[in-house]
C-alpha cells in the first residue's frame, strides 16, 4: 500500500481522503493508507509517521512545515496548493532536486489538454488579442486562480519572445489595449467549481476555450493519480503533462 499524509481538512482534503481510500487493486486490496490527516495544527505535521507521498491541497501558510516533513521522511510531494509566493515556487523546483515533487494549479486531465489548446492556438493565431477569464465560487481566497496562471503560462510560453505582460483586471481611464497585453479577470460568486476560459480576439472573429468543472472528483481523481505515478519515480520536478504522457 501507499502510506499518505494528506494536508487539509477542508473539502478537497476530505474528498481525496474518501477517493483514495475507495481504490483497490486487482486483487481488492486497499491501494492506499492514510497515516495522517492534518488540518493547521501543524505540530501533528512534525510528529507524523514517514510516508510515501504527502497530498496538500491546504493553504500557503502550511508551506514550510510541507517542505519540512518532505526533507525529513523522503515523502514524494503532490501540491495542489496555489497562491505560493514568486519565492515559495523556486523553493519547490529547489526541493525537486533531492524529493519527487508534482506541482499543478489544477489536476484535472481536462485542463492539461487545454494547456496545449492555449499554446497551439497561441502560435496559429498571430495579432489576436489573449484575455483569459477564470470564475470560482465565493470562498476561494486567492486571484487570479491557479489554473489561470497555468493558462496564462502556456501563452507566454508559446511565444517567449513576444514579451507578453499580464494586465489584472481593469478600471478607470486606462487607454486604448495594448498588443502586448494580456488580460486576466477573475469573478466570484456562488459555489461555482471552476470555470476558465481563454478568448483570442481578432479581426471580425473570436475563438473561445473554455473549461467548466462541474465537480471536485476530477481534481480528486487526478491528485491520486499523480500519487501513485511519483511512488514510482526517481526524484524531480513533475507536472501533469509528464503525468499524462506515460498513462
Known amino acids: 500500500m501507499i502510506k499518505t499524509v494528506i494536508m487539509g481538512t477542508g473539502r478537497m482534503g476530505s474528498l481525496i481522503r474518501t477517493t483514495a481510500e475507495g481504490i483497490v487493486d486487482t486483487a481488492g486490496q486497499p491501494v492506499f493508507d ?9 505540530s501533528e505535521l512534525e510528529s507524523a509517521p514517514a510516508a510515501d507521498v504527502i497530498i496538500d491541497f491546504s493553504n500557503v501558510v502550511t508551506f514550510d512545515a510541507v517542505v519540512a516533513y518532505v526533507e525529513r521522511t523522503g515523502a514524494a510531494l503532490v501540491s495542489g496548493t496555489t497562491g505560493y509566493t514568486p519565492e515559495q515556487m523556486d523553493r519547490l523546483r529547489e526541493l525537486g532536486q533531492s524529493a519527487r515533487v508534482m506541482h499543478s494549479g489544477n489536476y484535472s486531465i481536462g485542463i492539461a489538454a487545454l494547456r496545449h489548446l492555449v499554446a497551439q492556438a497561441t502560435r496559429e493565431l498571430p495579432g489576436f488579442d489573449c484575455e483569459i477569464v477564470e470564475t470560482h465560487h465565493n470562498q476561494k481566497v486567492d486571484a487570479p486562480s491557479g489554473t489561470a496562471k497555468l493558462l496564462l503560462d502556456a501563452v507566454v510560453e508559446a511565444e517567449p519572445e513576444a514579451g507578453y505582460q499580464p494586465v489584472y483586471g481593469r478600471e478607470g481611464m486606462c487607454g486604448a489595449r495594448d498588443p502586448k497585453e494580456i488580460g486576466i479577470s477573475a469573478v466570484r460568486g456562488g459555489s461555482i467549481v471552476g470555470d476558465h476560459e481563454v478568448l483570442f480576439c481578432g479581426p471580425d472573429e473570436v475563438i473561445t476555450l473554455r473549461h467548466t468543472a462541474y465537480s471536485r472528483n476530477i481534481f ?6 499523480a500519487a501513485v505515478y511519483l511512488a514510482k519515480k526517481e526524484p524531480g520536478l513533475y507536472n501533469m503533462s509528464n503525468m499524462i504522457a506515460e498513462m
Open 220 to 225: 480528486a481523481n487526478g491528485a491520486i493519480n
Open 34 to 42: 492514510i497515516v495522517a490527516q492534518i488540518g493547521f495544527d501543524l
